[in-house]
C-alpha cells in the first residue's frame, strides 16, 4: 500500500486557467490488483515492451542526438491527451510548483513585488519577515541578488523566483536602490519559512453582514476560514456572504469541512463514484458547526472550479445558501495525484462527484478532444451567457430536485440562483494595457510612499469615505502610460475612468493599512474599496431577503426554475 493522499486539486496557467486536481482519501494498491488483473496486466505489459523497444531504438540507431527524458515526457503527455481534460503529467519542475501552489507556506524572504517597466518594486516586506528585519521596505527596487542582475526586459517572476526562494537557512545577497538615492544598498537575506494564505478578505460590511472571500482551497483553508468566522460572529455577524468567484478549488476535504460548519444536522454534501468501489465514497455532515443558523450567500463565476462547486453545490442542493453570481466552471472528476520515483506526477481521474441531490456537474467532453472542451469559455461568450440569463440551456434530463423541492440541474456546473451578468462596462484595451504594464499598482505605491504619514494618521474608515484621486494623480498615470508606450484613447480612458479611481485608491489603501496585517493575509481594505463597484457583490447585498427565507427554512424560486416558467 502506498501512503495515503490528500485531497487535491491545482490550477496553472495554460489555455483556461485552470487544470484542477482532485484525489479522495485513502491508499491505492499497485501491482495486478490495481490495473485489473493477470489478463491487463498481460496487455500493459505489451505496451511498455514495445515503447522500451522503439525507445532504444532512437537511442543507439536515429540520426541525431535526442533527449530520451523529454521523447518520454512528451509521449506521456500526448497518450493521457486521448483520456478526459484533467488526467495530466506534470514533469518534475511542473509538479513541484503545482505543490507549492497547495502549501501553507514557502522558504524565500518575504516580499510582495511589483514588476513595472522592467523594474522589481518591493511592494511591501512582510512584518517580521526575513527582508524587512534586514532593513528592506516598501518601495525598495530590487536591482539584484546574489549577484545576477534583476533589471531588464528578460526579468520575469519566474527569474524573481528562482533567485529570491530558497531553503530555509540558506543566504541571499541582495542590491536595492532606493528612491532618491544613487547609490545601492547591499543585504544579506537569510531565508526563512513565509507563510501563504487562502482567505484574501474577511470583514464585517455592516453590523450584521460577515464577508469571506476564498481565493483557493489549500492546507490551511478551513482553519483560516474557521478562525476569521469565529471574529466575525463575535462582531455581531448574523449573515455570512462567502465569495467563491475565481476560486479554481484544491484540498477537497477542506471545502467538506467549511460546508460542514455551515450546514446542520446529517446531511451529505457530496458523494463520490468510479469503476467499481475502490473509488467510491461519501462525505456527510459530523460536527456542530459555527454558523448553522443565519442567511448564506454564495458568490460564484464561470471560474468557480471543482471544491468551489463542491461547497456550493451541497450547500445548494440543502436549501442551505442562495447562489449568486454566474454558472461555475463544471469540473465534476476527481483526480489521483500519484508522484513517480523521479519526481514528476501524474493526475489520474479516478472518479466522478456527485452533489447531495444526485447531479453531476461535469461540463461535457469527448475523450481526446481536449481543444473543444477548452473553447467553452468561448461558447459562453458567444452564446450571450455571461451577460444575459436567458441565454443558459439547460438539459431537462439532467432536472434534480433539492431537499425542498426546488428544480436544479445537472450536466455543467452550478447555476446560481441570482444571476449577475458580468459587467464590461469599465473593461477597454486601455485599462488591459494598464494592468500589463503594472501602472495601477506603481501610481499607488508610490503616492503611499510619498504620503504614508498624512495617511496613516487617520483611520482607514475616514480614507475610505473621503478620499478621492486627483486630476493631479490622473495626469501621472497618463504620463506613465505614455513613457511605458501605452497609447492614450480618450475615449476608452472615459469609460475605464470610474474603474481606474477605485483601482488606485484600492492599492493605496492596500498599501497603507493591509501590509499591517499581511502576516494573517486578509486585504480587508482593498476589496473594501473594490465593493463599491463589485456588481454582484452590491446585487448580492439587495438579495439577502431571499437567503433569510431559505435559512428560516422557506423555499425561493430557483433562477433555472424561473426561466422555465
Do not use: C
Amino acid at each position: 500500500m502506498m501512503k495515503d493522499k490528500q485531497p487535491v486539486n491545482s490550477s496553472l496557467v495554460v489555455k483556461l486557467p485552470i487544470i484542477v486536481a482532485i484525489s479522495v482519501v485513502g491508499g491505492m494498491l499497485i501491482g495486478a490488483n490495481f490495473f485489473g488483473g493477470q489478463s491487463k496486466m498481460s496487455n500493459i505489459s505489451r505496451g511498455v515492451n514495445k515503447f522500451r523497444e522503439i525507445l532504444s531504438l532512437v537511442e543507439t540507431s536515429y540520426v541525431d542526438s535526442v533527449n530520451t527524458d523529454t521523447l518520454v515526457d512528451f509521449s506521456i503527455k500526448k497518450m493521457l491527451e486521448k483520456l478526459d481534460p484533467h488526467t495530466a503529467y506534470f514533469g518534475t519542475e511542473e509538479a513541484a510548483m503545482a505543490r507549492t501552489q497547495l502549501e501553507s507556506g514557502f522558504d524565500g524572504i518575504g516580499i510582495e513585488y511589483n514588476l513595472f517597466n522592467d523594474t522589481v518594486y518591493v511592494m511591501s516586506a512582510m512584518p517580521g519577515g526575513p527582508a524587512e528585519l534586514v532593513g528592506i521596505r516598501s518601495g525598495d527596487m530590487l536591482v539584484a541578488a546574489d549577484g545576477a542582475s534583476l533589471v531588464g526586459p528578460k526579468v520575469n517572476s519566474n527569474v524573481i523566483f528562482n533567485k529570491l526562494r530558497g531553503k530555509r537557512g540558506t543566504e541571499v545577497k541582495v542590491e536595492i536602490l532606493r528612491h532618491g538615492e544613487s547609490s545601492p544598498h547591499t543585504y544579506t537575506v537569510t531565508r526563512d519559512r513565509i507563510p501563504t494564505f487562502s482567505v484574501s478578505a474577511g470583514y464585517m460590511v455592516d453590523n450584521q453582514t460577515a464577508y469571506i472571500k476564498i481565493d483557493r482551497f489549500m492546507e490551511s483553508t478551513y482553519q483560516e476560514f474557521r478562525n476569521i468566522l469565529t471574529i466575525l460572529k463575535n462582531q455581531g455577524a448574523k449573515r455570512l456572504m462567502l465569495d467563491l468567484r475565481g476560486n479554481p478549488g484544491g484540498y477537497k476535504d477542506r471545502a467538506e469541512k467549511i460546508v460542514d460548519e455551515l450546514l446542520g444536522g446529517d446531511k451529505m454534501i457530496v458523494y463520490t463514484d468510479g469503476k467499481g468501489t475502490q473509488y467510491d465514497s461519501k462525505t456527510m455532515t459530523k460536527f456542530d458547526g459555527i454558523f448553522e443558523k443565519g442567511a448564506v450567500m454564495v458568490l460564484i463565476d464561470e471560474n468557480s472550479a471543482s471544491a468551489s462547486e463542491i461547497v456550493a453545490g451541497a450547500l445548494q442542493d440543502n436549501d442551505r445558501a442562495l447562489i449568486v453570481g454566474r454558472r461555475s466552471f463544471g469540473k465534476g472528476l476527481v483526480q489521483m495525484p500519484v508522484s513517480l520515483s523521479d519526481g514528476s506526477e501524474l493526475r489520474l481521474t479516478i472518479s466522478r462527484y456527485y452533489t447531495p441531490s444526485g447531479r453531476s456537474i461535469q461540463k461535457p467532453y469527448l475523450l481526446g478532444h481536449e481543444e473543444e472542451y477548452d473553447k467553452d469559455y468561448d461558447d459562453r461568450i458567444k452564446r450571450g451567457e455571461l451577460f444575459n440569463s436567458d441565454s443558459i440551456k439547460f438539459n431537462e434530463k439532467l432536472k434534480y430536485r433539492t431537499t425542498g423541492g426546488r428544480i436544479v440541474y445537472g450536466g455543467g456546473g452550478i447555476t446560481p440562483d441570482v444571476f449577475v451578468g458580468r459587467d464590461t462596462t469599465y473593461y477597454t484595451k486601455y485599462i488591459s494595457d494598464l494592468w500589463g504594464k503594472n501602472i495601477i499598482r506603481e501610481i499607488a505605491l508610490d503616492y503611499a510612499n510619498s504620503h504614508q504619514n498624512e495617511l496613516s494618521k487617520q483611520s482607514f474608515k475616514d480614507f475610505n469615505k473621503q478620499f478621492v484621486v486627483s486630476e493631479e494623480m490622473l495626469a501621472t498615470l497618463k504620463d506613465l502610460a505614455k513613457q511605458t508606450k501605452v497609447k492614450h484613447n480618450e475615449k476608452e480612458y472615459q469609460r475605464s475612468l470610474p474603474y481606474i479611481k477605485a483601482q488606485i485608491k484600492a492599492y493605496i489603501a492596500r498599501n497603507v493599512w493591509s501590509k499591517k496585517t499581511i502576516n494573517n493575509g486578509l486585504n480587508n481594505e482593498y476589496y473594501q474599496v473594490m465593493s463599491t463597484t463589485d456588481e454582484t457583490f452590491q446585487k448580492a447585498l439587495r438579495s439577502f431577503e431571499k437567503a433569510e427565507k431559505l435559512a428560516r427554512g422557506e423555499l425561493v424560486e430557483t433562477l433555472s426554475h424561473s426561466l422555465k416558467r
